[in-house]
Every structure is written in C-alpha cells, then in structure tokens.
C-alpha cells in the first residue's frame, strides 16, 4: 500500500473487515470509503475509528462486494484495496470487476490479495497427516464451503491468476503479482510458529526473497496482485 497509493489519494476498500487497513491509509492522508457485507465488522471498525485522530478520513458502510453497483461516490478514486482473500468467496469475479471499474480513475491501482490455487504449506501439512483432502482441496477446481461462524457458510474458490485477468479484462490490466506465504505458515499453523520465532524470521526474509519469483510465487498461500485500472 505503501508503494503504490498517497497522501491525498481516495481509495475504495471493499471487504474491509474491521478497518484495520482503512484506518492505516487514513493516517497516511488518505481518504477511504470502506464497506464490507458483515455489520458485526463494520460496529468493530466504527469503534476503532472513534478512537483514531483520523477518523474524518474514513467512511464505513455495509456493502456486500456484489452490491458495488448501489455505492455512490461523488467521484472515481484514486485506489482500490482487497484485503484477506474477500475477492475468493466471490461466485462471479467478471461481473465484479465490471461494477468496480466506473469508481476507478484511468491508471488508477488496484492491489487485490487473493487465496492462492495450490499452496505448499498446505499440502505438506494435511499430507503428512493423511488428510489429502485438504492437502489438495485448492487444486480440485470448483469451490469449497467454509465455515466463518457458527451456522455462517460461504464458497471459496481459489482461481489461478490467469483466469482473474482474464475476469478483470478489459477494465484492467495486471502490472505486477507476488506469493505471500510460501516460507510463512498460514495462520492456523500460528500456534506452532509461534514457539519457533527464529525459524519464522527467517520464513519471512525467505518469503520476501521468493515471492516474486515465477514458480515458487505460485506455492503460497495467498497472491497479491496489482492492476492498473484503463479505459476499456
């Protein structure tokens, strides 16, 4: 975010969760519209937004990703922001990259973080376990029910970056993508992680050297991708 948003900019947060990222763009200057289809995390981002001096500089609301076309916005931003996979329980990516497109600028940048279709630490985890289920569960295509809460299911999918360009076309085009998590643990491996904290610093410098590198970019737990928004 550091890298490609600024102070001034307007940026359109959708998934926002509890508004941990809206509230780190707003203390850099930045003024976000933020939205997210659950109302328990958009009262949780309200309530840290009292407490910030920069509150002024974010706006929450409920707004599921697939109701984009109801948002109103006196004009296009300057940035778009998904974080934690959101765009990954999304059944039809190419009609939400069409809603999102009229509140974009032209050259404007969109940083998308994605689950990644085939992630190693996943598949070496349940493998050695027995559970080939889950190892292989993002390879098998289709989408997979996962529960968030107590009686409160979605569908995962886990599309590869060839087809999430292809959905994102023509409105935008892709300028950069890197694996996060290819050294790092996903996070229900935390516990375990936590008792090694040498071996998860050196994960993480190991994360930052293989990222962006084809092939071992592809093994990580989630994607992030960067598009430019263009005029279609």
Known sequence: MDRWFRPGQRILEINCG???DALFLAERGMHVEACDASAKMI????????????????????LPIEEIPQLKLSAPCDGLLSNFAGLNCVKD?????????????????????????????EMLWYGLRGDF???????????????????????????????ICRDFNPYFRLVSWKGVGIGVPPTYLEPWAARV?????????????????PGFRALADHMLLVFERVEA
Not at 94 to 119: D, E, Q
Not at 151 to 157: P, Y
Not at 197 to 213: N, Q, S, Y
Request: charged share 20%.
């Open 133 to 163: 289920i889950r190892a292989f569960r993002r390879l098998r295509g289709g989408s997979r029910v996962a529960n968030l809460t107590p009686g409160q299911k979605v569908a995962v999918r886990y599309p590869t970056v060839r087809s």
């Open 18 to 20: 509890t508004g941990a």
């Open 197 to 213: 904290p040498r071996a998860l610093a050196a994960a993480a410098r190991f994360d930052a050297w293989l990222g962006p590198v």
């Open 93 to 121: 990516l190419r009609a939400t990259a069409r809603n999102l497109a009229p509140h974009m600028r032209p050259g404007s940048k969109a940083i998308l973080c994605f689950f990644g279709p085939s992630c190693a630490w």
């Open 43 to 62: 009262e949780v981002a309200q309530r840290r937004r009292e407490g910030s001096p920069f509150a002024a500089l974010v706006n929450f609301r409920v």
